[in-house]
T-cell receptor, first 116, second 112 residues
Framework: KAGVTQTPRYLIKTRGQQVTLSCSPI?????VSWYQQTPGQGLQFLFE???????NKGNFPGRFSGRQFSNSRSEMNVSTLELGDSALYLC???????????????FGPGTRLTVT | GENVEQHPSTLSVQEGDSAVIKCTYS??????FPWYKQELGKRPQLIID?????GEKKDQRIAVTLNKTAKHFSLHITETQPEDSAVYFC???????????FGTGTRLQVFP
């Protein structure tokens, strides 16, 4: 079974631009979560989608948004990029959302975003 | 809010020794505790997890223990090997908020 995939793997953008990242979950997984990983802040939760609905949201500004499609693929968008948005963006999928005994989360390889 | 503290931040051991990483969580409603291993430049990999109705779980050389009263859980790696060198993250899932909160990571170095 194929793992979680993310595209693109690397991205360089300039301040003020916007970016869209894509995540394809493991087949059969309907929950997708996004995380920002930086050396200083570790793994920070952005949001979670299940059945095309945002179930949960972390403490990030409204410039960070996402969506999920009917095939469970998810995208996240960052508008008006800032230097501090440079990070590794990881998505993770699970068969179902948390608080169930089926919950196990598997990560994709990440998209490394550099903002100059 | 929810918080997970992880110690130590770095750990160096000799090959063959044991390594222990400890995490403490703040949300008493947490009920699922996974551990991830992240090698340099790679994705975090789920290596073991434990749910709140179990006190200990083992998988070959790794084990996780959970003390719900004290709100802490630990990862134990026995007979360490150089390929165990990586950053290890603990996490706790709150039943109330459904958020998976990660610890800050432990960089484990195993010297041959």
């Amino acid at each position: 079974k194929a793992g979680v995939t993310q595209t693109p793997r690397y991205l360089i953008k300039t301040r003020g631009q916007q970016v869209t990242l894509s995540c394809s979950p493991i087949s059969g997984h309907r929950s997708v979560s996004w995380y920002q990983q930086t050396p200083g802040q570790g793994l920070q939760f952005l949001f979670e989608y299940f059945s095309e609905t945002q179930r949960n949201k972390g403490n990030f500004p409204g410039r960070f948004s996402g969506r999920q499609f009917s095939n469970s693929r998810s995208e996240m968008n960052v508008s008006t990029l800032e230097l501090g948005d440079s990070a590794l963006y990881l998505c993770a999928s699970s068969r179902s959302p948390g608080a169930t005994n089926l919950y196990e989360q598997y990560f994709g390889p990440g998209t490394r975003l550099t903002v100059t | 809010g929810e918080n997970v503290e992880q110690h130590p931040s770095t750990l160096s051991v000799q090959e063959g020794d044991s390594a222990v990483i400890k995490c403490t969580y703040s949300d008493s409603a947490s009920n699922y505790f996974p551990w991830y291993k992240q090698e340099l430049g790679k994705r975090p990999q789920l290596i073991i997890d434990i749910r709140s109705n179990v006190g200990e779980k083992k998988d070959q050389r790794i084990a996780v223990t959970l003390n719900k009263t004290a709100k802490h859980f630990s990862l134990h790696i026995t007979e360490t090997q150089p390929e165990d060198s990586a950053v290890y993250f603990c996490a706790a899932l709150s039943y109330n908020t459904d958020k998976l909160i990660f610890g800050t990571g432990t960089r484990l170095q195993v010297f041959p």
